[in-house]
């Protein structure tokens, strides 16, 4: 059902469901592992989370705007502030997605629009480093032998082998000697 979605201007006009969850727990567990996760600690950051999430389910921030106040407010990296929205999305609001969408008109599935990426100027942050990529690692060749045996002393190495020879009869003996005397 698509339609103008539904401000609220007090929490406690807020569905039952929806109530009960943002103030659970369980909700202020996984907003406090948010922030930890992006290293937040002083307490105006702390706090923007879950005024964002709180203004959402009111009606007062439409979802499609979600992401790029998320990376205005806290000065967010577009793709680290996207990666948040997106955990809070699955973690924190896909459990109360449906009485949302049905109750307040309120359609989660537009808090993943593509930002609009600010440019550096706009955000205040400093411009990253180059990124330098290494050189690949090659795998070394195997050396030659004769590599191996300048490494071992200048000789190749000696491999013993046997060899068979068959024994000669004394008969073959003399004459192959007489044969070298008539020769000589």
Known sequence: MA???????????????????????????LISDLNKKLS??????????????????LGDLAPQNFL????????????????AV???????????????????NIDLKTTMAEP???????TGLPPL????????????????SSAIASREGGQPPIMKVPINVPKQSPVTERVEKDN???KI
């Open 3 to 29: 339609g103008e979605i539904t401000k609220i201007k007090d929490f406690k006009l807020l569905p039952e469901p929806i109530k009960d969850w943002l103030s659970s727990t369980r909700i202020t567990d």
């Open 68 to 83: 790029n106040e998320l990376i205005g407010k806290l000065k967010l990296n577009p793709m680290i502030a996207k990666s």
């Open 129 to 144: 480093p180059p990124l330098r990529v290494p050189p690949p690692i090659l795998p070394r060749p195997t050396p030659p």
């Open 40 to 57: 937040f600690d002083d307490e105006e950051r702390i706090r923007v989370i879950p005024t964002m999430i709180l203004r959402l389910c």
């Open 116 to 122: 609009e990426i600010p440019t550096l100027k706009e």
């Open 180 to 182: 070298l005397d008539s």
């Open 86 to 104: 997106q955990e809070i999305f699955e973690s924190i609001l896909r459990p109360i997605e449906v009485i949302l969408r049905n109750e307040l």
